[in-house]
Nanobody
Framework: QVVESGGGLVQAGGSLTLSCAAS????????IGWFRQAPGKEREVVSC???????YYLDSVKGRFTISSDNANNTATLQMNSLQVEDTAVYYC??????????????????WGKGTSVSVSS
C-alpha cells in the first residue's frame, strides 16, 4: 500500500510538499508517482519516476514540481512550487510494477493511495 501526506491549503505562488510512504513493495523496482483529479475532471498523471527511465512531468507542472524517490526509506516526494489555482485537486500516490513509465502513464496501476487534498487560493 501507499499512504500520502502533506496536502493542504496554500495561496497562489506558495509551495507544498507531498510525501508517499510505500509498504509491501519496493519503490526501487516500481514506477511511482502522482495522479490528480479536480472536481468534474478526469484523473491525470502529474509526475512519475523510474529508477531506469528517470522522471516524467505533465507539461503544465514542468519547472514548478520536482519528484524524487528514496529507496532506503521506500518513499517518494513531490515538491510543488509556484502553485496555481489550477493545481487544486485531490492528489493520489500510485505505483506500477516494473521500470517502464509507459505502464504508469497508461494507468496500469498496482497500488493506489487514498488521496490528499491540495487547495490553492487566489
Amino acid at each position: 500500500q501507499v499512504v500520502e501526506s502533506g496536502g493542504g491549503l496554500v495561496q497562489a505562488g506558495g509551495s507544498l510538499t507531498l510525501s508517499c510512504a510505500a509498504s509491501g513493495f519496493y519503490v526501487a523496482d516500481h514506477v511511482i508517482g502522482w495522479f490528480r483529479q479536480a472536481p468534474g475532471k478526469e484523473r491525470e498523471v502529474v509526475s512519475c519516476i523510474s529508477s531506469r527511465e528517470g522522471a516524467y512531468y505533465l507539461d503544465s507542472v514542468k519547472g514548478r514540481f520536482t519528484i524524487s524517490s528514496d529507496n532506503a526509506n521506500n518513499t517518494a516526494t513531490l515538491q510543488m512550487n509556484s502553485l496555481q489555482v489550477e493545481d487544486t485537486a485531490v492528489y493520489y500516490c500510485a505505483a506500477a510494477s516494473g521500470y517502464h513509465q509507459f505502464y504508469f502513464l497508461t494507468k496500469n496501476i498496482n497500488v493506489w493511495g487514498k488521496g490528499t487534498s491540495v487547495s490553492v487560493s487566489s
